[in-house]
């Protein structure tokens, strides 16, 4: 993974095209695994097994080139519909993965550039490109 950032890429199906609907350089990735608890009531130790793995990503300031990008990401969240979130690095894919809009929210400062976050949960895994 390039040390100095990677694209990610957005893209909702739009009349059953894949369409990029946004694109962000400022992201956070989180994975988390759960833990299943396997002690027995009459031990002093925890005994636990690998449980499932849980992806995230935060995104801020999220670029939607148009009304209707944007449009069709609000349209997904609210039939949640799962959408494709494909990385870049230097412009060649890394990889993608398709992910559930947890959530989303538009920013729209007086004298100033409208933006927009969401959250997303990865669902599978991600595909190597």
Known sequence: ??????????????????????????YTWNAQRSEIDMSCKNEDVSRVSVGRLKETLSLESLYAP?????????????????????????????????????????????EGGVTFSANLTISGAWTAS
């Open 1 to 26: 993974m390039a040390m100095n950032g990677s694209d990610l890429m957005l893209m909702v199906n739009v009349a059953s095209t894949p369409t990029l609907v946004a694109c962000q350089r400022n």
């Open 66 to 110: 148009s009304d209707t990008a944007y449009q069709a990401l609000v349209t997904a969240f609210n039939a949640n519909t799962l959408i494709t979130v494909t990385e870049e690095e230097e412009g060649d894919e890394v990889r993608s993965a398709s992910a559930l809009i947890t959530s989303i929210s538009k920013s729209a400062p007086i």
